[in-house]
């Protein structure tokens, strides 16, 4: 069994990789205090890569994973390939589910993906405040809910 010490981030790699590359970056900064371990760094998969060996790389990336951050652009609902199977993955797993909304929604809204609807997940605004916040405290609470048989949407009251 593989050592879970890393964040999976799933997003829309043709439009919304800027804002996986800005957490990166927040991670990198000593005036930031945001530390992502992530999960994409163990491998790597082109786009010229066949369906199931970029998937095989997934599988991977979620085997050491202890978080599943998915963050929620205005095309992300309409991803069946890969988004959708990362999702369903997550949910399987039982990884706790930190949603960002890209469009600073601090609750679930129009643009989340159906296979994510229902689903036990913390969802939060795309500031690096509210996602170290929910790094930090939402796997406890996912663990309690969970145990608890709770399902759905969550978010933070300001």
């Known amino acids: 069994m593989a050592y879970r010490n890393k964040v999976y981030v ?14 990166k970056a927040w991670n ?23 369906e199931e060996a970029i998937k095989r790389n997934l599988r991977i990336r979620f085997a050491s994973s202890k978080l599943f951050i998915l963050l929620i652009g205005e095309h992300t609902k ?8 990362e999702i369903e993955t997550a949910i399987r797993l039982q990884l706790p589910i930190i949603a ?15 296979s994510l609807k229902g689903e036990l997940a913390v969802f939060v605004p795309y500031k ?15 663990k309690k809910y969970r145990k608890a048989g709770k ?7 300001n």
């Open 10 to 23: 799933a997003f829309d790699g043709d439009n919304d990789i800027r804002y996986y590359e800005l957490m």
């Open 28 to 50: 990198k900064n000593p005036n930031f205090d945001f530390e992502i371990n992530d999960a994409h760094d163990l491998n790597s998969s082109r786009d010229t890569s066949t």
């Open 78 to 85: 309409y991803l069946t390939k890969f988004v959708k199977w």
């Open 100 to 114: 960002v909304n890209l469009n600073g929604s601090e609750k679930e809204d129009n643009l989340v993906p159906s």
């Open 128 to 142: 690096e405040r509210a996602i170290k916040h929910a790094m930090e405290n939402w796997p406890a609470f996912d």
């Open 151 to 157: 399902t759905g949407a969550y978010y933070y009251e």
